[in-house]
């Protein structure tokens, strides 16, 4: 996994919100934490749907197609400013 499929599953991630609080970190990693997560939304299905809800709104948030064109639109504009501006010539 890379750094950025990291970043982008951290942004996603809110302890209490989108994820139950206690289910991150190296339990988690192990199974322990990730059974206790799991156990709890089964047994709250309401607390389940809030957080759901609350996954699919952040996703949408920061992965929105519209806001990747733009930020990816952003950067080869970055990049090309930054080429012209050491006096090379843009490729």
Same mark, same amino acid.
């Given at each position: 996994?890379?750094?950025?499929?990291?970043?982008?599953?951290?942004? @996603?991630?809110? %302890?209490? /919100? =989108?994820?139950?609080?206690?289910?991150? &970190? +190296? *339990?988690? %990693?192990?199974? $322990? *934490? @990730? *059974?206790? *997560?799991?156990? =709890?939304?089964?047994?709250? +299905?309401?607390?389940?749907?809030?957080?759901?809800?609350?996954?699919?709104?952040? /996703?949408?948030?920061?992965?929105?197609? $519209? @806001?990747? @064109?733009?930020? =990816?639109?952003?950067?080869? /504009?970055?990049?090309?400013?930054?080429?012209?501006? %050491? &006096? &090379? %010539? +843009?490729?």
């Amino acid at each position: 996994m890379d750094s950025e499929t990291i970043l982008q599953m951290v942004r @996603l991630i809110v %302890a209490g /919100a =989108t994820i139950a609080i206690g289910s991150i &970190g +190296p *339990a988690f %990693a192990e199974g $322990r *934490a @990730l *059974a206790q *997560a799991l156990e =709890t939304l089964l047994g709250q +299905p309401e607390l389940a749907q809030k957080m759901g809800e609350r996954g699919r709104q952040r /996703a949408a948030q920061f992965f929105d197609v $519209r @806001l990747m @064109l733009q930020r =990816t639109k952003e950067v080869y /504009a970055d990049v090309l400013r930054e080429e012209i501006e %050491a &006096g &090379g %010539a +843009p490729r």
